[in-house]
Structures are given as structure tokens and as C-alpha cells.
């Protein structure tokens, strides 16, 4: 999925982003969302973000959480 949609991006989950350093280069920086800094809906560049440890950058691609897809049953309610 990528980042140009601000309702596809929530605070806490995991994407990669590119710096304004690194946007020649297309380096990614993967981290967790601490904050949504762009106010508009949508942004052709990705929306921009602020990573827990202060990183800002805009979200190229937003990484699905694993933990939801491979939940299991608890075992009592397996039962």
C-alpha cells in the first residue's frame, strides 16, 4: 500500500519514508508513526510523517501489521 492517502496512515503503524535528504537518492527509512504532519487528504508525494525518534519524512510504503493476519485463537475461547 502506499502513503498518499492520510486515512490509509494511523499513528503507530510501520512505513518506509524518504527524507528530503535522501528524496535523489529514493533512500528508505522504515519506522513506526508517532505523527501525521500533512493536513490535506491526500499528497501526490506521499503523506508526510514524523517517525518515533524524530525522523520526518514522506510515506512511500506502508508496511501491513503480521500480528492481525497471523492471530490465533485464545485458547480458552478455542475450547
Same mark, same amino acid.
Given at each position: ?10 499513528? !503507530? ?12 537518492? !529514493?533512500? &528508505? ?21 514524523? &517517525?518515533? !525518534? !524524530? ?25
Amino acid at each position: 500500500m502506499d502513503g498518499r492517502k492520510r486515512s490509509d496512515i494511523k499513528p !503507530g503503524a510501520r512505513v518506509q519514508v524518504v527524507q528530503k535528504q535522501d528524496q535523489r537518492s !529514493g533512500k &528508505l527509512t522504515e519506522g513506526v508513526v508517532d505523527r501525521i504532519l500533512t493536513n490535506s487528504s491526500t499528497h501526490p508525494h506521499g503523506i508526510k510523517v514524523r &517517525l518515533v !525518534g !524524530g525522523v520526518v519524512g514522506r510515506v512511500k510504503t506502508i508496511i501491513p501489521n503480521l500480528q492481525k493476519a497471523s492471530a490465533k485463537p485464545d485458547s480458552e475461547t478455542a475450547r
